[in-house]
Protein backbone atom coordinates (compact mmCIF):
# COMPACT_ATOMS: atom_id res chain seq x y z
CA UNK A 1 0.00 0.00 0.00
CA UNK A 2 1.18 3.56 -0.56
CA UNK A 3 -0.33 6.47 0.19
CA UNK A 4 0.20 9.48 -1.43
CA UNK A 5 0.24 12.92 -0.64
CA UNK A 6 -1.40 14.58 -3.51
CA UNK A 7 -0.96 18.22 -1.94
CA UNK A 8 -0.71 19.71 1.47
CA UNK A 9 -4.05 18.30 3.45
CA UNK A 10 -5.22 15.58 1.08
CA UNK A 11 -4.01 11.82 0.53
CA UNK A 12 -4.96 9.11 -0.99
CA UNK A 13 -4.56 5.16 -1.35
CA UNK A 14 -4.94 4.81 -5.60
CA UNK A 15 -2.39 1.86 -6.48
CA UNK A 16 -5.20 -0.58 -6.22
CA UNK A 17 -4.11 -2.16 -2.99
CA UNK A 18 -7.02 -1.37 -1.30
CA UNK A 19 -9.54 -2.25 -4.74
CA UNK A 20 -11.24 0.84 -5.06
CA UNK A 21 -9.57 4.35 -4.23
CA UNK A 22 -9.62 5.71 -1.27
CA UNK A 23 -9.14 9.36 0.64
CA UNK A 24 -8.47 11.58 2.87
CA UNK A 25 -9.15 15.60 3.21
CA UNK A 26 -7.53 16.92 6.07
CA UNK A 27 -9.79 20.33 7.40
CA UNK A 28 -9.24 22.97 10.13
CA UNK A 29 -10.59 20.47 13.18
CA UNK A 30 -10.79 17.05 11.61
CA UNK A 31 -10.87 14.53 8.57
CA UNK A 32 -12.79 13.38 6.48
CA UNK A 33 -12.20 10.24 4.96
CA UNK A 34 -14.44 9.59 1.27
CA UNK A 35 -15.10 5.60 0.80
CA UNK A 36 -13.39 3.05 2.51
CA UNK A 37 -12.19 0.23 -0.13
CA UNK A 38 -12.18 -3.84 -0.03
CA UNK A 39 -9.05 -4.16 2.24
CA UNK A 40 -9.87 -3.84 6.14
CA UNK A 41 -7.05 -4.28 7.82
CA UNK A 42 -5.29 -1.19 4.97
CA UNK A 43 -7.69 1.08 6.11
CA UNK A 44 -7.30 0.89 9.33
CA UNK A 45 -3.78 1.55 8.78
CA UNK A 46 -4.57 4.34 6.47
CA UNK A 47 -6.74 5.95 9.11
CA UNK A 48 -4.25 5.57 11.70
CA UNK A 49 -2.14 6.95 9.32
CA UNK A 50 -3.14 10.05 8.51
CA UNK A 51 -4.24 10.72 12.43
CA UNK A 52 -0.89 10.52 13.50
CA UNK A 53 0.70 12.18 10.85
CA UNK A 54 -1.71 15.29 11.56
CA UNK A 55 -2.75 15.03 15.07
CA UNK A 56 -6.16 15.25 13.89
CA UNK A 57 -9.71 12.83 14.27
CA UNK A 58 -11.17 11.05 11.69
CA UNK A 59 -14.80 12.67 12.17
CA UNK A 60 -16.65 11.41 8.73
CA UNK A 61 -16.48 8.79 5.67
CA UNK A 62 -18.27 10.31 3.00
CA UNK A 63 -19.48 7.20 0.55
CA UNK A 64 -19.43 7.61 -3.43
CA UNK A 65 -21.82 4.72 -3.80
CA UNK A 66 -22.73 1.23 -3.19
CA UNK A 67 -20.54 -1.46 -4.65
CA UNK A 68 -18.75 -3.89 -2.72
CA UNK A 69 -15.57 -2.25 -3.36
CA UNK A 70 -15.84 0.48 -1.89
CA UNK A 71 -17.54 0.28 1.03
CA UNK A 72 -16.30 -2.88 2.70
CA UNK A 73 -13.88 -0.88 4.92
CA UNK A 74 -16.52 1.22 6.38
CA UNK A 75 -16.25 -0.47 10.13
CA UNK A 76 -13.38 1.18 10.34
CA UNK A 77 -14.96 4.36 10.56
CA UNK A 78 -18.00 2.95 12.76
CA UNK A 79 -17.39 5.84 15.24
CA UNK A 80 -17.83 8.49 12.57
CA UNK A 81 -20.38 9.92 10.50
CA UNK A 82 -20.87 7.46 7.45
CA UNK A 83 -22.73 9.43 5.13
CA UNK A 84 -24.19 9.12 1.66
CA UNK A 85 -26.86 9.59 -1.03
CA UNK A 86 -30.38 8.41 -0.09
CA UNK A 87 -29.68 6.16 -3.21
CA UNK A 88 -26.96 4.65 -2.53
CA UNK A 89 -28.09 4.06 1.10
CA UNK A 90 -31.35 2.49 -0.59
CA UNK A 91 -29.10 0.21 -2.79
CA UNK A 92 -27.23 -0.87 0.19
CA UNK A 93 -29.41 -1.73 2.10
CA UNK A 94 -30.75 -3.78 -0.65
CA UNK A 95 -27.38 -5.46 -1.44
CA UNK A 96 -27.64 -6.25 1.94
CA UNK A 97 -30.66 -8.32 1.72
CA UNK A 98 -29.85 -9.65 -1.84
CA UNK A 99 -26.67 -9.50 -2.89
CA UNK A 100 -24.32 -9.76 -0.07
CA UNK A 101 -25.27 -12.74 1.93
CA UNK A 102 -23.29 -14.60 4.26
CA UNK A 103 -22.25 -17.10 0.89
CA UNK A 104 -21.66 -14.64 -1.22
CA UNK A 105 -19.27 -12.85 1.13
CA UNK A 106 -17.07 -16.29 2.15
CA UNK A 107 -16.75 -15.96 -1.90
CA UNK A 108 -15.53 -12.62 -1.88
CA UNK A 109 -13.45 -13.59 0.70
CA UNK A 110 -11.73 -16.38 -1.39
CA UNK A 111 -11.28 -14.61 -4.24
CA UNK A 112 -9.46 -11.96 -2.76
CA UNK A 113 -5.84 -11.52 -4.00
CA UNK A 114 -5.06 -11.23 0.01
CA UNK A 115 -6.84 -13.58 2.05
CA UNK A 116 -7.00 -11.28 5.44
CA UNK A 117 -7.88 -8.21 2.99
CA UNK A 118 -11.95 -9.11 4.20
CA UNK A 119 -11.10 -10.99 7.98
CA UNK A 120 -14.41 -10.16 10.08
CA UNK A 121 -15.69 -8.49 7.24
CA UNK A 122 -18.97 -6.41 8.95
CA UNK A 123 -21.75 -4.58 6.49
CA UNK A 124 -21.71 -1.46 8.04
CA UNK A 125 -24.62 1.17 6.36
CA UNK A 126 -24.28 5.13 6.43
CA UNK A 127 -26.17 6.74 9.55
CA UNK A 128 -26.50 10.26 7.81
CA UNK A 129 -28.20 10.19 4.45
CA UNK A 130 -29.16 13.49 1.63
CA UNK A 131 -30.90 13.72 -1.35
CA UNK A 132 -28.86 15.33 -3.74
CA UNK A 133 -26.29 17.29 -2.39
CA UNK A 134 -24.70 18.05 1.04
CA UNK A 135 -22.22 20.86 2.38
CA UNK A 136 -19.61 20.56 4.97
CA UNK A 137 -17.82 23.53 6.83
CA UNK A 138 -15.15 24.15 8.86
CA UNK A 139 -14.21 26.96 9.51
CA UNK A 140 -12.64 28.51 5.92
CA UNK A 141 -12.83 25.26 3.58
CA UNK A 142 -15.83 23.62 2.43
CA UNK A 143 -16.81 19.97 1.48
CA UNK A 144 -19.29 19.51 -1.33
CA UNK A 145 -21.09 16.62 -1.73
CA UNK A 146 -23.13 16.16 -4.87
CA UNK A 147 -25.38 13.17 -6.21
CA UNK A 148 -24.97 13.26 -9.97
CA UNK A 149 -25.79 9.82 -10.85
CA UNK A 150 -23.91 8.00 -14.22
CA UNK A 151 -22.10 4.90 -12.90
CA UNK A 152 -24.58 4.17 -10.82
CA UNK A 153 -27.98 6.67 -9.94
CA UNK A 154 -26.68 7.45 -6.88
CA UNK A 155 -23.20 7.94 -7.51
CA UNK A 156 -22.12 11.60 -6.10
CA UNK A 157 -18.67 13.03 -5.76
CA UNK A 158 -16.72 14.98 -2.91
CA UNK A 159 -15.63 17.98 -4.08
CA UNK A 160 -13.46 20.54 -1.91
CA UNK A 161 -12.55 24.05 -4.07
CA UNK A 162 -10.61 25.14 -1.00
CA UNK A 163 -7.98 22.33 -2.10
CA UNK A 164 -9.10 22.17 -5.83
CA UNK A 165 -9.70 18.44 -5.33
CA UNK A 166 -12.55 16.08 -6.39
CA UNK A 167 -12.81 12.56 -5.06
CA UNK A 168 -15.13 11.62 -8.73
CA UNK A 169 -15.56 7.90 -7.46
CA UNK A 170 -16.53 5.21 -10.05
CA UNK A 171 -17.70 7.45 -12.60
CA UNK A 172 -14.32 8.33 -13.29
CA UNK A 173 -11.69 4.99 -14.47
CA UNK A 174 -8.45 6.31 -15.20
CA UNK A 175 -7.53 4.72 -18.45
CA UNK A 176 -9.74 1.75 -17.90
CA UNK A 177 -12.88 1.38 -19.70
CA UNK A 178 -15.61 1.95 -17.10
CA UNK A 179 -17.99 -0.51 -15.69
CA UNK A 180 -21.45 0.54 -17.07
CA UNK A 181 -23.24 -2.42 -16.77
CA UNK A 182 -25.13 -1.99 -13.31
CA UNK A 183 -28.81 -1.91 -13.25
CA UNK A 184 -29.47 2.00 -12.50
CA UNK A 185 -26.03 3.19 -15.02
CA UNK A 186 -27.13 5.55 -17.28
CA UNK A 187 -24.41 7.39 -20.14
CA UNK A 188 -27.00 10.08 -20.26
CA UNK A 189 -26.11 11.26 -16.77
CA UNK A 190 -23.18 10.19 -16.90
CA UNK A 191 -22.14 12.67 -19.66
CA UNK A 192 -23.66 15.74 -17.63
CA UNK A 193 -21.82 14.48 -14.79
CA UNK A 194 -18.45 14.68 -16.15
CA UNK A 195 -19.10 18.09 -18.01
CA UNK A 196 -19.90 19.16 -14.75
CA UNK A 197 -16.59 17.87 -13.24
CA UNK A 198 -14.47 19.79 -15.85
CA UNK A 199 -16.90 23.17 -15.36
CA UNK A 200 -15.52 23.12 -11.53
CA UNK A 201 -12.33 24.35 -10.16
CA UNK A 202 -10.30 21.31 -9.84
CA UNK A 203 -6.46 20.33 -10.24
CA UNK A 204 -6.26 16.96 -9.06
CA UNK A 205 -9.32 14.37 -9.65
CA UNK A 206 -9.33 11.15 -7.73
CA UNK A 207 -10.94 8.42 -9.81
CA UNK A 208 -12.43 5.25 -8.58
CA UNK A 209 -10.06 3.37 -9.89
CA UNK A 210 -6.63 4.45 -11.37
CA UNK A 211 -4.21 7.28 -10.63
CA UNK A 212 -4.86 11.02 -9.93
CA UNK A 213 -5.75 12.65 -12.94
CA UNK A 214 -5.83 16.04 -14.49
CA UNK A 215 -8.66 17.00 -17.44
CA UNK A 216 -7.94 15.87 -20.06
CA UNK A 217 -8.67 12.17 -18.72
CA UNK A 218 -11.99 13.51 -18.41
CA UNK A 219 -11.89 15.19 -21.64
CA UNK A 220 -10.98 11.81 -23.21
CA UNK A 221 -14.01 9.90 -21.57
CA UNK A 222 -16.33 12.60 -22.55
CA UNK A 223 -15.60 12.50 -25.89
CA UNK A 224 -16.23 8.60 -25.71
CA UNK A 225 -19.22 8.47 -24.29
CA UNK A 226 -20.51 11.12 -26.72
CA UNK A 227 -19.63 8.94 -29.53
CA UNK A 228 -21.07 6.34 -28.47
CA UNK A 229 -24.54 8.03 -27.58
CA UNK A 230 -24.36 9.67 -30.70
CA UNK A 231 -23.76 6.32 -32.76
CA UNK A 232 -26.19 4.29 -30.89
CA UNK A 233 -28.51 7.43 -31.49
CA UNK A 234 -27.98 7.44 -35.34
CA UNK A 235 -28.02 3.52 -35.77
CA UNK A 236 -32.02 3.89 -34.07
CA UNK A 237 -33.04 6.36 -36.30
CA UNK A 238 -31.99 4.63 -39.08
CA UNK A 239 -34.10 1.50 -38.06
CA UNK A 240 -30.40 -0.99 -37.40
CA UNK A 241 -31.41 -3.96 -34.71
CA UNK A 242 -29.52 -4.53 -31.18
CA UNK A 243 -27.07 -6.56 -32.22
CA UNK A 244 -26.10 -4.41 -35.56
CA UNK A 245 -25.76 -1.25 -32.92
CA UNK A 246 -23.80 -3.34 -30.19
CA UNK A 247 -21.46 -4.45 -32.85
CA UNK A 248 -20.24 -0.82 -34.36
CA UNK A 249 -20.31 0.59 -30.72
CA UNK A 250 -17.88 -2.17 -29.63
CA UNK A 251 -15.95 -0.99 -32.46
CA UNK A 252 -15.02 2.47 -31.14
CA UNK A 253 -11.67 2.81 -29.74
CA UNK A 254 -11.31 3.32 -25.84
CA UNK A 255 -9.26 1.41 -23.10
CA UNK A 256 -9.76 -2.43 -22.43
CA UNK A 257 -11.60 -3.07 -19.17
CA UNK A 258 -10.00 -4.87 -16.13
CA UNK A 259 -12.86 -7.31 -17.02
CA UNK A 260 -13.64 -9.32 -19.93
CA UNK A 261 -17.54 -9.37 -19.88
CA UNK A 262 -17.38 -5.03 -19.04
CA UNK A 263 -17.17 -3.62 -22.25
CA UNK A 264 -20.24 -5.38 -23.60
CA UNK A 265 -22.24 -4.89 -20.70
CA UNK A 266 -21.78 -1.82 -20.73
CA UNK A 267 -22.52 -0.80 -24.31
CA UNK A 268 -25.76 -3.20 -23.61
CA UNK A 269 -27.09 -1.34 -20.61
CA UNK A 270 -26.24 2.32 -22.02
CA UNK A 271 -28.30 0.97 -25.73
CA UNK A 272 -31.68 0.01 -23.29
CA UNK A 273 -30.91 3.86 -21.26
CA UNK A 274 -30.91 4.93 -24.77
CA UNK A 275 -34.11 3.09 -26.38
CA UNK A 276 -36.18 3.32 -23.28
ZN1 LIG B 1 -18.59 0.95 -8.69
Given amino acids: MS ?17 GNVAAYVL ?23 ERETGK ?26 ITSELTHEAMVDSQ ?13 KNSEDPLA ?17 ELVDRDVKVIVKRTGGHTAGSS ?8 VMFAGDNLFNHSFPWGGTPTSDPLKWVESIQEYLSLDVENYIPGHGSISGKETLEEF ?24 LEQADKIDYYPSKREQWKALSLKKWYEVITS
Fill in 3 to 19: IKKIKDNVYAITDGSTR
Fill in 28 to 50: PSQIVFVDSGMHIPLIKKFREHI
Fill in 57 to 82: KASVLFITHAHGDHVFGNQIFEDCEI
Fill in 97 to 109: KNNWTPEALEEWK
Fill in 118 to 134: LDGLKIVLANKTFADEY
Fill in 157 to 164: YVYCPNYK
Fill in 222 to 245: LAYLNKVISLMKEMIAEGKTEEEI
